[in-house]
């Protein structure tokens, strides 16, 4: 954790409901899996603001007591929790609970069903990687 | 209300919550002031969608009982709340209630400010007018 994200945190830190965030992460949230060349399949729940609305992310970060704060460019932030077991046991089954209402849901499901396949280490096997990037294909669209 | 309107109407509408909405209009949604030549100010709510998720645009309208949803582009689609009574006694009250987070909450204040201005006709004098300008100036920054 970087010393900007240490002082920030120190700040008044706003309270969000289950439902406020279902909302706001049907909105701005995304649920990406990276592939990269190495074979690593690396799935990460995301959401980005400018700088101006930065308390938000602190507040997810402190919701979900996981995750971290970053800046992506001068006026762009994200948070962004990436660790397996914060996505299985945390991310995950609170998006179970409150349910997603537009079609993100659909790329929620996917992404669900992919880290619990890597979870599993499917993803170290041909065969279970090839079917992790044929859902991982259909994402976003 | 177009035809194809009444038919989507007709299918499932899905229950929302107060707080989802809050949270979802905080990402999507827009609090906007259009000002014509003419001199007419047009204060708007917006959501706008693409098809995939048109059916969380049906669900705004039921929620809030007023305002239209229709097409923008090929795939995109909006919800928008235009008459002055509808925002003065359903929307702007709704969100006073559920407050935003993020800083669209300073448009939203900004917003409101402007609409009760017109409801008071203070559009109508040139000294109202420039000020009612100077507050839309400020907004989406």
């Given at each position: ?17 289950s439902?406020?965030i279902a ?40 919701f979900f ?25 945390t991310i995950i089954p609170f998006f179970e609970k409150n ?43």
């Amino acid at each position: 954790m970087g010393s900007s994200e240490t002082k920030r945190s120190d700040n008044y830190i706003m309270k969000l409901t289950s439902q406020w965030i279902a909302g706001f992460v049907d909105g701005e949230g995304c649920f990406h899996v990276g592939y990269y060349k190495s074979g690593q399949i690396q799935p990460e729940f995301t959401v980005v603001q400018h700088t101006r609305s930065i308390k938000v992310l602190y507040a997810l970060k402190s919701f979900f007591g996981c995750g971290s704060v970053r800046q992506q460019k001068p006026n762009l932030w994200y948070y962004r929790v990436r660790r397996r077991s914060d996505l299985l046991d945390t991310i995950i089954p609170f998006f179970e609970k409150n349910q997603l209402k537009t079609r993100k849901k659909v790329d929620f499901i996917r992404f669900r069903w992919i880290t619990i396949q890597c979870s599993r280490n499917n993803h170290l096997n041909d065969d279970g990687l090839k079917w992790i990037l044929r859902i991982r294909n259909l994402m976003h669209k």
